[in-house]
């Protein structure tokens, strides 16, 4: 069994930033994937941003240039920096963790920019 927790969301004004952190606890294989995915009310679930065991990354066109992800393997966490908060990325924020044809999913956290 997996169990992933997030941490970091909030309020935030446009143009500040925010650090998102998901600790992945349980059985995990060292050769997976971790990244991070959002939902806007009345929107589907999409990518942010994800990251290999071996540290190679890729990221949603609209944030590209302005969230970073990155990992510790030895704490098994993801952390997911935004900087430049705009309002339409506001939503909830889920940490996700896949390997061997295998996914997880964390609770979510909520994250809304407004002024």
């Known amino acids: 069994q997996v169990q992933l927790v997030e941490s970091g969301g909030g309020l935030v004004q446009p143009g500040r930033s925010l650090r998102l952190s998901c600790a992945a606890s349980?059985?995990?294989?060292?050769?997976?994937?971790m990244g991070w995915y959002r939902q806007a009310p009345g929107k589907q679930r999409e990518l942010v941003a994800d990251?290999?065991?071996?540290?190679?990354?890729n990221y949603a066109g609209s944030v590209k240039g302005r969230f970073t992800i990155s990992r510790d393997n030895t704490k098994n966490t993801v952390y997911l920096q935004m900087n430049s908060l705009k309002p339409e990325d506001t939503a909830v924020y889920y940490c996700?963790?896949?390997?061997?044809?295998?996914?997880?999913w964390g609770k979510g956290t909520l994250v809304t920019v407004s002024s």
């Open positions: 996700n963790v896949r390997f061997r044809g295998n996914n997880y």
């Open positions: 349980g059985s995990i294989f060292s050769l997976n994937v």
């Open positions: 990251i290999t065991s071996g540290g190679g990354t």
